[in-house]
């Protein structure tokens, strides 16, 4: 085990896979999270193949396989032609360990970590510990957290900023978060009714494309969630009420009787990168670093990403002696795929789900039958769906 010392500020997937890696290697860590416990957030649900292949070293993905749903086919749907395209997941095969989504809740994969992390005496997790500032040196990352009404400073030789959209690490340094906001929030609503009975061929992923009203289906072991757009001048407490639930979903699928619901969240939708990711001894990943609309699952996947590929350089500069300069290669590859891959596929995503010219629509969906029915580009649109063409361009960049 090292001398050195990383602090973490966040206990999401990013926090913490960061931990369990770092840890792994014998490199003290300490995460704090402003939230008392470990959230339970339905936000995020799909796993992309190379996450899957990521998490299999700590033996992370045979359990959430055993907790989820193994989603072999993606489909394309429009609200009145139903089935536009379905793609083959099978068709990775040889290019991942896992050649499906994963569908299952990104709670549980936190609760795995935890378990995990509990296992390493070097690695300390801190509930409800607001963090209030960070200062760094030559030498040393320091931070103020609060915890119970009393402020305690904790010291390391680098900070991991893992804390989220709002960042207060990335606030604390002054780095802009460049991009912009949606004027429409969207609605996801979960449900225990059972959409595959009505619509034919449903699979566990399905985006509908609509010019007035698309949405997201998609399939938890549980439960539904679906997915809608909202509109700017809708209110927060219209949106949420159940008359307003009900007239989505009735509109989806007409039925005689309410739609039972479990859950419903409204959020807003930004497309934003932080102009740096690295400023000396901290770092940004994650959310804290970029965020993007959910079309894709993408959000979640990279910021996982992003978790393995600092944490690894970690462990080369503080175990093998590696130069500190290798952040900046970090800060190359993970902004840039933030940017390129990341932003601009979930901005093209939103963009052709939603598009009202009926000539385009027509066109995006012709082409997406071809891509479809053809097994060369079916594979190629695939492996950059699920991120692994993201992850060879990342690699890349030296």
Known sequence: MTSSHVLIAG???????????????GIPVTVFERNTSSPEDLRASTFHPPTLDKLARFGLTEELVSQGLVARY?????????????????????ETQHPFRLQCEQWKLNTLLLDRLA??????????????????????????VRIDDQVQTLSGDYL?????????????LGIEFEGFTYPERFLVVSTAF???????????????????????????PTLWRVLFPTRPEESDEEVLTDESIQARLQNLLPKETPYPTVHRTLYKVHQRVA?????????????????????????MNGGVHD????????????????????????????????????????????????????????????????????????????????????????????
């Not at 999401?12 to 931990?19: I, N």
């Not at 059972?194 to 938890?220: G, Q």
């Not at 770092?283 to 699952?297: E, Q, R, T, V």
């Not at 993970?334 to 027509?362: L, Q, V």
Request: aromatic share 6%.
């Open 194 to 220: 059972e959409f595959a009975d009505h619509f034919p061929k449903l699979s566990y992923v399905n985006y509908v494309s609509d010019p007035d009203e698309w949405c997201v289906l998609l399939r938890v």
């Open 11 to 25: 206990a999401g997937p990013v926090g913490l896979v960061s931990a369990l890696t770092l840890a792994t290697a």
């Open 74 to 94: 993606t489909q394309q749907r429009d609200r009145k032609e139903g089935l536009i395209a379905e793609f083959d997941m099978a068709l990775l095969e040889g």
């Open 307 to 398: 978790a393995f590929n600092l944490s690894e350089k970690l462990v080369e500069i503080l175990v093998s002696g590696a130069s500190p300069d290798l952040l900046d290669r970090y800060e190359r590859q993970r902004r840039s795929i933030a940017i390129e891959y990341i932003n601009a596929n979930t901005a093209r995503n939103k963009k052709t789900i939603e598009e009202r010219d009926p000539e385009k629509r027509r066109k995006t969906q012709d082409e997406l039958r071809a891509i479809a029915a053809n097994p060369v580009a079916s594979k190629d649109y695939l492996r950059k769906t699920s991120m692994i063409d993201a992850l060879e361009r990342a690699e890349s960049i030296a």
């Open 160 to 172: 991991i900023g893992a804390d989220g959209a709002w960042s207060t690490v990335r606030q604390s």
């Open 119 to 144: 296992k390493f005496p070097h690695a300390k997790v801190m509930l409800g510990a607001e963090l209030l500032s960070v200062k760094q040196d030559a030498e040393s990352v320091q931070v103020e």
């Open 275 to 299: 102009k740096e990711f690295r400023r000396g001894r901290v770092i940004l990943a994650g959310d804290a670093a970029h965020i993007n609309n959910p079309l894709g699952g993408m959000g």
